[in-house]
């Protein structure tokens, strides 16, 4: 069966350091989507991808960056880890114009 | 911008009763509207959507939410509450203008069925 999957679950950082958390999707999907989920603001996006070489800045994108290399992985990245990062992080994908988003179990991280 | 409000932080409710959880939006033009629900340490699984046509939707386990446009409302709906709904319910819109495909999220309505 198809499926979305992030990787690591879970991670435990420390200020200043690079994490890339890891989304890989088999449903041949062109539009994958990153949100963050804090208490009290629901999900909010930080990048999404159209395609294979397109990227684009959502409404939180400061500190993180994205790359679209295929169709099925789209790599978040965090520069230079804060705490105010810390949060749960959200993979999604979906297909054509109007789809639904298929999300991922989840990456919970911890900037210390 | 674009934006969704869900007033009620907690919603509670009787197994067996009918529940509902409110949705209102703000979008230029006609949106695309979404629930969907999240159990404990997982990721979001899709409800149902509203894209065009009846103004009420049905979706999975049961629920349903109808679209009013005059309100600019989606309340999501289910004639008999399972105390297995307890979940976090989230509403979501995008507008058909701009071509974005992402979605702008509500804050969430957590619900408890009580046994």
């Known amino acids: 069966d198809a499926e979305i999957t992030q990787s690591p679950r879970h991670k435990i950082t420390e200020t200043g350091r690079q994490v890339t958390l890891a989304c890989h999707q088999t449903?041949?999907?062109?539009?994958m989507f990153w949100y963050r989920q804090d208490l009290g603001h629901g999900l909010r996006l930080i990048h999404y991808?159209?395609?294979?070489?397109?990227?684009n800045k959502g409404e939180v994108s400061d500190g993180y960056s994205v790359s679209r290399s295929n169709t099925e992985d789209l790599p978040l990245t965090l520069e230079s880890a804060a705490s105010s990062q810390t949060s749960v992080y959200f993979c999604?994908?979906?297909?054509?114009?109007?789809?639904?988003?298929?999300f991922g179990p989840g990456t919970r991280l911890t900037v210390l | 911008a674009q934006s969704v409000a869900q007033p009620e932080d907690q919603v509670n409710v009787a197994e067996g009763n009918p529940l509902t959880v409110k949705c209102t939006y703000s979008v230029s033009g006609n949106p695309y509207l979404f629930w969907y629900v999240q159990y404990p340490n997982r990721g979001l699984q899709f409800l149902l959507k509203?894209?065009?046509?009846?103004?009420l939707v049905k979706g999975s386990y049961g629920f349903e939410a109808e679209f009013n446009k005059s309100q600019t409302s989606f309340h999501l709906k289910k004639p008999s509450a399972l105390v297995s709904d307890s979940a976090l319910y989230f509403c979501?819109?995008?507008?058909?203008?701009?071509?974005?495909?992402?979605?702008?999220f509500g804050s969430g309505t957590r619900l408890q069925v009580q046994p």
């Open positions: 991808s159209y395609g294979v070489q397109d990227t």
């Open positions: 999604a994908s979906s297909d054509g114009r109007v789809g639904e988003q298929f």
């Open positions: 449903w041949n999907h062109n539009n």
């Open positions: 509203y894209i065009t046509g009846d103004n």
């Open positions: 979501a819109v995008r507008d058909r203008i701009t071509g974005r495909r992402a979605l702008t």
